[in-house]
């Protein structure tokens, strides 16, 4: 007999949340170096996607749980995300080079990309993994000696 309920995963999550987590990690960080208190900071990052990205699905505690799995409290590693926008020739340049790599790889480009087309703006995401970034408060007792 099946069981009953939503049938489980194993740990598996589609592309869509990795590209999520790419976008709350930097909005998130960037809160934070302000110096922004940790729940305000959350707050403050599902305003700004919302902002960005209407469509998103998102909640305080689905960057709650990105945070968790991706800056893990006590843990030194964390993943680092930075977010460029590139415009005019950078972009196109940038495209055209992919074109080529398509080209090369034996893909067939079906339409070609006018001069407009290449200059759009062209964000991109490098990530990896770092040193986890530490907040300390700035309400913190300083020791005296």
Do not use: W
């Amino acid at each position: 007999m099946k069981k009953r309920g939503r049938p489980r995963k194993h740990g598996v999550v589609g592309p869509e949340c990795f590209y999520r987590a790419l976008k709350v990690i930097p909005a998130f960080s960037k809160v934070r170096a302000e110096g922004q208190k940790q729940s305000v900071a959350v707050r403050e990052t599902v305003e700004l996607l919302h902002q960005l990205d209407p469509e998103m699905p998102i909640s305080e505690t689905g960057v709650k749980r990105i945070l968790a799995e991706f800056l893990p409290q006590h843990s030194q590693v964390a993943l680092k995300v930075d977010c460029l926008t590139l415009e005019g020739e950078e972009a196109a340049s940038h495209r055209r080079f992919h074109a080529q790599m398509l080209e090369f790889a034996g893909n067939k480009i079906t339409t070609e990309l006018t001069d407009q087309d290449l200059r759009k703006p062209l964000k991109i995401f490098t990530f990896g993994f770092g040193k986890r970034p530490n907040y300390p408060r700035h309400n913190a007792k300083t020791s005296n000696p």
